[in-house]
Nanobody
Framework: QEQLVESGGGLVQPGGSLTLSCTGSALKDYYVVGWFRQAPGKEREGVACFRNSAGTTYYTESVKGRFSISRDKEKKTAYLKMNNLQTEDPAVYYC????????????????WGQGIQVIVSS
């Protein structure tokens, strides 16, 4: 199983912005990539995912209009731009990839990063 590496996490104030990056050999250009998060006491959930080679995306309802998933295939890097962060967003965020098509479910992805902490606090 190939692994991915996330970076860019940290602490921001409510309303602030943060961009996470994901790199690794498992982020092949023909793979889809997704971002997941797991808050304390909760199940890991899909946040934002590319679902197929056409670039169809999924965003969980709570982040629509605030988060944006993108990727740079030349740099073999995926991003999650998070704007207007709220107190419900803190979690460990994970990058994942797999062969398309997929939904944005944990079971759909086979390659994972170790996760990176995002803290939102005033």
């Amino acid at each position: 199983q190939e692994q991915l590496v996330e970076s860019g996490g940290g602490l921001v104030q409510p309303g602030g912005s943060l961009t996470l990056s994901c790199t690794g050999s498992a982020l092949k250009d023909y793979y889809v990539v997704g971002w997941f998060r797991q808050a304390p006491g909760k199940e890991r959930e899909g946040v934002a995912c590319f679902r197929n080679s056409a670039g169809t995306t999924y965003y969980t309802e709570s982040v629509k209009g605030r988060f944006s998933i993108s990727r740079d295939k030349e740099k073999k890097t995926a991003y999650l731009k998070m704007n207007n962060l709220q107190t419900e967003d803190p979690a460990v965020y994970y990058c994942a990839s797999d062969v398309p098509p997929t939904d944005c479910d944990v079971a759909d992805f086979s390659s994972w990063g170790q996760g990176i902490q995002v803290i939102v606090s005033s």
